[in-house]
């Protein structure tokens, strides 16, 4: 499987569904039809829904999906440390490492641990970026059957991320809470709200 065009294709898949996102589909499903057939049936619900859909009802169920609740969160750190006072180092350790490998997120204001923009890190640096994959192999698990259980198109994108990675995916949400040894903490003390290590990269763009 070619990872990188996994990553790419499931970094553009999981990012806000804009114009500029919708008007990728094809290349996308191009892309993955000839470099990655094996993981284009798991983009294909998406992407299908992408096209008989208007963009205001993709975007609104983004919204709602994503961005309504923490049950589908994006950002990797949380389904390994929660809002607690690690998550600062953990966020400062991701900006970190994409400093040193000379990799620039632009104008995101997003936090460095949302996945889209951590598989666009990993499409960048492969290698490392499927370490780091593996590292929050949990977290992809537990996005991955959360989507599921809601019958989400989106299912099928992070599924086909989980699938780059070595060893079979966890049956359950039991299994994959095994695998992170925990669920997601609930803490919320100790970190200042304007710690700047929670900020995002940059503060400009959003699409939002």
Request: proline share 7%; charged share 25%; net charge negative.
């Amino acid at each position: 499987m070619n990872r990188a065009i996994v990553y790419q294709a499931a970094s553009v898949c999981l990012s806000y569904p804009d114009d500029g996102v919708l008007e990728l589909a094809g290349i996308v499903r191009d892309a993955l039809t000839e470099s990655a057939p094996e993981a284009a049936a798991s983009f294909a619900p998406l992407l299908d829904w992408w096209a008989i859909e208007s963009p205001a009802t993709v975007q609104a169920a983004y919204v709602d999906v994503f961005d309504m609740s923490k049950r589908h969160a994006l950002y990797l750190s949380y389904w390994t440390d929660g809002d607690t006072r690690r998550r600062g180092t953990v966020l400062a350790e991701f900006k970190q490492r994409y400093r040193e490998a000379g990799f620039e997120l632009g104008g995101t204001g997003e936090l460095p641990d949302h996945l889209p923009l951590a598989l666009e890190y990993a499409r960048h640096r492969p290698e490392d970026g499927a370490a780091l994959m593996q590292e929050y192999r949990a977290s992809l698990e537990l996005i991955r059957l959360a989507l599921e259980e809601r019958g989400s198109p989106y299912a099928g994108v992070v599924a086909a991320v989980c699938a780059t990675l070595p060893g079979r995916s966890p049956a359950d949400r039991q299994q994959a809470m095994a695998m992170a040894a925990s669920g997601p903490p609930t803490e919320s003390v100790g970190l200042d709200p304007y710690d700047p290590r929670l900020l995002p990269m940059a503060t400009t763009g959003g699409g939002r």
